[in-house]
Each structure stands twice: as structure tokens, then as C-alpha cells.
């Protein structure tokens, strides 16, 4: 890309956001253009006065009509820009992420909005989500193999998301061999990774930290067994059941856990690291589950694994009513001749990590409904004192929509909640101060008990 001399004249009453760090300007905002430029080119950022306040990229096609790249004059989105920028990237990653493979440029987070590229061992993924990124293609691939040096690079911008700013979808190799299946490594667990196939770049980095926080909850369970830990005679401590038995199973004191939409299976490959004595891993695609199946495999855990292809809300609504089933058969006078309906199932820790409900402002109504029911059954089937583990990776539904959502949910089951752990995406997606879009993912874990 050329420079230009090409002028954005803001409008005197728009909202200030780019002060405050925002890099989006929308149509609305602009009073007049000076000059001409291409689509995609770089332009000058001036307010109602004529002062200089940013350097984007344009598209007159696109509601989000510049995106801001930089706060003083550059010349290009040169090879020697994104290197530079790329150099940024991965002295961030080194400083506060300990895995090789992560989320190495998050768009807006870090100052290249419409780019993302995720490490999959020797492989980048990259994301091109806008038309000014999309003309960079090939400095971008430049940049990323002088600063990353990987042994191939491949394309996954088939997200719909490019048709606004009037793109077709593509995926491709760009760079070098790039195999269609790469093993990862997530804090000290292996991991397969389908680069091609396997949802947006491949797998969700953002949730790297929430696996890991849910370690004090696997353990700590034997005791509600019978199970208690006492001296023998020869002066070994040791588990012994109600009965006066030695336990020899290692995961006596683990957590029965509960995954629902569980993709690869990372939430269970981290219960069973931290010691969960039995989980449940479903979600409704056979191939996430078969790709889950093999990560369980791989990491030695397939004895306390068992995996279900289901709907997660038929799932947890079956479960619900077998449960309901169960405590009417215990009262008198009831017929117990009736077979149930089904088992009724309960956990001591329940996940959900559902994909985002609300995609539009229209939708947030849905989601509401769909954020309380899943919650609502799934709070039905924690144990007394159990924890619920719940995300939302819903940018238009609020954290404080969320939590209230939750409560509902919370309300109707019976139940009250402690909130143990609040969270957000992983330090590999920096999230800029005034930026609301890039605090999309919510992440909570409550303490269960009954209010009766």
C-alpha cells in the first residue's frame, strides 16, 4: 500500500470515542472526505477543526468505515510495519504466556484490528476479517515468517463477517507445509487440533486460564463417600472406605464432572489432570466427540471418560425429569411400577461452555432464554455444595445481563449461589480500556446449595 493524502473529516457532534481509544469510526461519524483513496488504503484521521488524531484503513462500504491502525502518520502497511508490529505481539506473549502455542495477534487488542493469528506448534492460522487486512495478505505472511518463523501458515478466513466489508470466504496454505491435524500443548496437556475443519482458527485459546482455574474443584470429594484417610499399622496413611476397606482406586477423593458442549474435550482433559474421578464429556457432533475420544487417549485418561453424543439442552433436560421422577417415587402412595424416564443423573461439578447465543442486539431476547435454561437444568443436577461452572462467549449479552440471567435461572431451580470465580478471556487476548467489544467472554463459577 501506497501512502495517500486522503482526509477523514469527522462530524462536530460525534460521540469521542477515538480519544478514548476506540479504533472503529463509523459512517455516522464522518462529516466529509478530502481527497481521494481506494478502498482498503490508508487515510488520515482529522477532527471537525482539521487536526490530526489517527491513521486507518477505509471501506466506504463498511458501517465501520475506518479502522484506526495507528495515532501518528505512517507512510504504508508495509512488511516493515507488521514486522514491527508482530516483534510487539510476541514480546507481550513471552511476558505473560507461558505456552508456546496461544493466541499470537488479536486484532483490535493488539493495535491490527481485522487480523488474528493463533500458533498451532509449527503452524500459524491466520484470520482476515476486513478489506484493509485483506490487501495485506502477502506483507502479512512476510512479516509473520521473518518474526514467528513457522513451518507453515494457513488461512481460515471463511467467517461471514467478510461479506460486510464485501469479501468472499477463503481458506488455504499460504506458507510452507501445513498438515491438516497439529498436537498443541495446553498447560502441560496435549492436544489435537484439526486446522482445516475444526471450529474458527481451530480451537478457542481464550479459555486457557478458565481450565486451568477450575483445579480446586476437582478434588476433596471421598469424605461424602464414607471415605476417610487413617493410619494402618504400618504407619501408612491410607484411604479406607465406610466398610474398614482400603480404596486402592487413585481418584477416590476426585469430582464426578459434567462437561456439556465440550468440542475437543479440554475442560475434560483439565478435570481429569486435577484429579476428577469420573466425567462425562458431550456434545451434540460426533466428530467433536471423536476428536475428543483421542485427546482423552492421548493423555492417558480414558478410564475416567465416558463421552456422549447428545443435544446439550435435551441432555440436561432428561436428566432434570428423571431427577424430578426419582423424588416422587419416594413418596407414599406413588407407583413405582413405571420404569423412569431416565436415570436422573447428578454431578458434583456441571460445565457449560456454550457457543455465543446472541450474535446481533435482535438475539439478545433468545439468549436470555437459552442462557436460563441451560443453567436452569444444569444448577437441577449439581450435588448439594457442587459447583456449576458456566461461560458466555456472547459479546451482546452484559456481564451484568448474564449474572441477572443466572439468578433467574438460580431462582426458579431453588438454589443458592456463591460466586467463587469471575473471569474473562486469557492474557493472549488483551482486551484495550474503552473497547466494550473486546470483553465478550464472561466466565463464572458458583457454589451450589438448596435454598429448602
Same mark, same amino acid.
Given at each position: 500500500?501506497?501512502?495517500?493524502?486522503?482526509?477523514? &473529516? @469527522?462530524?462536530?457532534?460525534?460521540?469521542?470515542?477515538?480519544?478514548?481509544?476506540?479504533? &472503529?469510526?463509523?459512517?455516522?461519524?464522518?462529516?466529509?472526505?478530502?481527497?481521494?483513496?481506494?478502498?482498503? *488504503?490508508?487515510?488520515?484521521?482529522?477532527?471537525?477543526?482539521?487536526?490530526? $488524531?489517527?491513521?486507518?484503513? &477505509?471501506?466506504?462500504?463498511?458501517?465501520?468505515?475506518?479502522?484506526?491502525?495507528?495515532?501518528?502518520?505512517?507512510?504504508?502497511?508495509?512488511?516493515?510495519?507488521?514486522?514491527?508490529?508482530?516483534?510487539?505481539? #510476541?514480546?507481550?506473549?513471552?511476558?505473560?504466556?507461558?505456552?508456546?502455542?496461544?493466541?499470537?495477534?488479536?486484532?483490535?487488542?493488539?493495535?491490527?484490528?481485522?487480523? %488474528?493469528?493463533?500458533?498451532?506448534?509449527?503452524?500459524?492460522?491466520?484470520?482476515?476479517?476486513?478489506?484493509? $487486512?485483506?490487501?495485506?495478505?502477502?506483507?502479512?505472511?512476510?512479516?509473520?515468517?521473518?518474526?514467528?518463523?513457522?513451518?507453515?501458515?494457513?488461512?481460515?478466513?471463511?467467517?461471514?463477517?467478510?461479506?460486510?466489508?464485501?469479501?468472499?470466504?477463503? %481458506?488455504?496454505?499460504?506458507?510452507?507445509?501445513?498438515?491438516?491435524?497439529?498436537?498443541?500443548?495446553?498447560?502441560?496437556?496435549?492436544?489435537?487440533?484439526?486446522?482445516?475443519?475444526?471450529?474458527?482458527?481451530?480451537?478457542?485459546?481464550?479459555?486457557?486460564?478458565?481450565?486451568?482455574?477450575?483445579?480446586?474443584? $476437582? %478434588?476433596?470429594?471421598?469424605?461424602?463417600?464414607?471415605?476417610?484417610?487413617?493410619?494402618?499399622?504400618?504407619? *501408612?496413611?491410607?484411604?479406607?472406605?465406610?466398610?474398614?476397606?482400603?480404596?486402592?482406586?487413585?481418584?477416590?477423593?476426585?469430582?464426578?464432572?459434567?462437561? !456439556?458442549?465440550?468440542?475437543?474435550?479440554?475442560?475434560?482433559?483439565?478435570? !481429569?489432570?486435577?484429579?476428577?474421578?469420573?466425567? %462425562?464429556?458431550?456434545?451434540?457432533?460426533?466428530?467433536?466427540?471423536?476428536?475428543?475420544?483421542? +485427546?482423552?487417549?492421548? +493423555?492417558?485418561?480414558?478410564?475416567?471418560?465416558?463421552?456422549?453424543?447428545?443435544?446439550?439442552?435435551?441432555?440436561?433436560?432428561?436428566?432434570?425429569?428423571?431427577?424430578?421422577?426419582?423424588?416422587?417415587?419416594?413418596? #407414599?402412595?406413588?407407583?413405582?411400577?413405571?420404569?423412569?424416564?431416565?436415570?436422573?443423573?447428578?454431578?458434583?461439578?456441571?460445565? @457449560?461452555?456454550?457457543? #455465543?447465543?446472541?450474535?446481533?442486539?435482535?438475539?439478545?431476547?433468545? #439468549? !436470555?432464554?437459552?442462557?436460563?435454561?441451560?443453567?436452569?437444568?444444569?444448577?437441577? @443436577?449439581?450435588?448439594?455444595?457442587?459447583?456449576?461452572?458456566?461461560?458466555?462467549?456472547?459479546?451482546? $449479552?452484559?456481564?451484568?445481563?448474564?449474572?441477572?440471567?443466572?439468578?433467574?435461572?438460580?431462582?426458579?431451580?431453588?438454589?443458592?449461589?456463591?460466586?467463587?470465580? &469471575?473471569?474473562?478471556?486469557?492474557?493472549?487476548?488483551? *482486551?484495550?480500556?474503552?473497547?466494550?467489544?473486546?470483553?465478550?467472554?464472561?466466565?463464572?463459577?458458583?457454589?451450589?446449595?438448596?435454598?429448602?
Amino acid at each position: 500500500m501506497t501512502m495517500n493524502t486522503a482526509k477523514i &473529516w @469527522l462530524a462536530r457532534g460525534r460521540k469521542k470515542r477515538l480519544e478514548q481509544g476506540h479504533p &472503529w469510526i463509523y459512517k455516522s461519524e464522518i462529516d466529509k472526505m478530502e481527497g481521494t483513496a481506494e478502498s482498503g *488504503q490508508l487515510v488520515e484521521v482529522v477532527n471537525h477543526q482539521g487536526m490530526y $488524531m489517527a491513521t486507518g484503513y &477505509w471501506n466506504p462500504e463498511s458501517q465501520i468505515t475506518v479502522r484506526i491502525i495507528a495515532y501518528k502518520p505512517i507512510e504504508a502497511m508495509s512488511v516493515e510495519f507488521f514486522t514491527e508490529r508482530f516483534q510487539q505481539c #510476541a514480546d507481550y506473549r513471552r511476558r505473560f504466556v507461558p505456552d508456546q502455542d496461544c493466541r499470537l495477534v488479536y486484532g483490535e487488542g493488539d493495535y491490527l484490528p481485522g487480523l %488474528t493469528v493463533d500458533r498451532f506448534g509449527e503452524v500459524l492460522v491466520i484470520q482476515l476479517l476486513t478489506l484493509g $487486512m485483506d490487501r495485506c495478505r502477502d506483507d502479512i505472511v512476510a512479516a509473520l515468517v521473518q518474526v514467528f518463523k513457522p513451518k507453515g501458515i494457513y488461512e481460515r478466513s471463511d467467517v461471514g463477517v467478510r461479506r460486510l466489508e464485501g469479501l468472499e470466504e477463503r %481458506t488455504g496454505v499460504l506458507y510452507g507445509d501445513c498438515p491438516g491435524i497439529i498436537e498443541i500443548e495446553e498447560n502441560g496437556l496435549h492436544l489435537e487440533v484439526d486446522i482445516a475443519l475444526g471450529q474458527k482458527t481451530g480451537y478457542f485459546y481464550d479459555q486457557r486460564e478458565n481450565r486451568a482455574s477450575i483445579e480446586p474443584l $476437582m %478434588t476433596g470429594w471421598g469424605a461424602r463417600s464414607g471415605i476417610q484417610v487413617e493410619e494402618q499399622p504400618t504407619g *501408612q496413611r491410607l484411604p479406607v472406605n465406610a466398610n474398614g476397606k482400603i480404596v486402592t482406586f487413585p481418584y477416590w477423593d476426585g469430582a464426578t464432572v459434567l462437561e !456439556c458442549f465440550a468440542h475437543t474435550g479440554s475442560f475434560t482433559l483439565h478435570a !481429569c489432570k486435577y484429579g476428577a474421578k469420573r466425567v %462425562t464429556c458431550l456434545d451434540v457432533s460426533e466428530h467433536a466427540i471423536e476428536t475428543a475420544r483421542r +485427546n482423552v487417549e492421548r +493423555n492417558g485418561f480414558s478410564d475416567r471418560v465416558e463421552f456422549v453424543v447428545a443435544d446439550a439442552f435435551d441432555y440436561l433436560r432428561t436428566q432434570s425429569k428423571g431427577l424430578e421422577e426419582r423424588v416422587q417415587r419416594s413418596k #407414599a402412595g406413588v407407583d413405582t411400577s413405571k420404569p423412569l424416564s431416565a436415570v436422573g443423573r447428578t454431578w458434583d461439578v456441571v460445565i @457449560l461452555d456454550p457457543p #455465543a447465543f446472541a450474535k446481533t442486539k435482535n438475539a439478545v431476547a433468545g #439468549a !436470555c432464554r437459552g442462557y436460563k435454561d441451560i443453567n436452569l437444568q444444569g444448577l437441577k @443436577l449439581v450435588n448439594e455444595g457442587g459447583y456449576l461452572v458456566t461461560a458466555s462467549c456472547s459479546y451482546h $449479552m452484559r456481564p451484568e445481563l448474564f449474572l441477572e440471567t443466572i439468578q433467574e435461572a438460580a431462582a426458579d431451580a431453588g438454589k443458592l449461589l456463591r460466586l467463587v470465580e &469471575w473471569r474473562t478471556a486469557g492474557k493472549d487476548h488483551p *482486551q484495550l480500556l474503552g473497547v466494550s467489544e473486546g470483553h465478550y467472554l464472561k466466565f463464572a463459577i458458583f457454589e451450589v446449595r438448596s435454598r429448602m
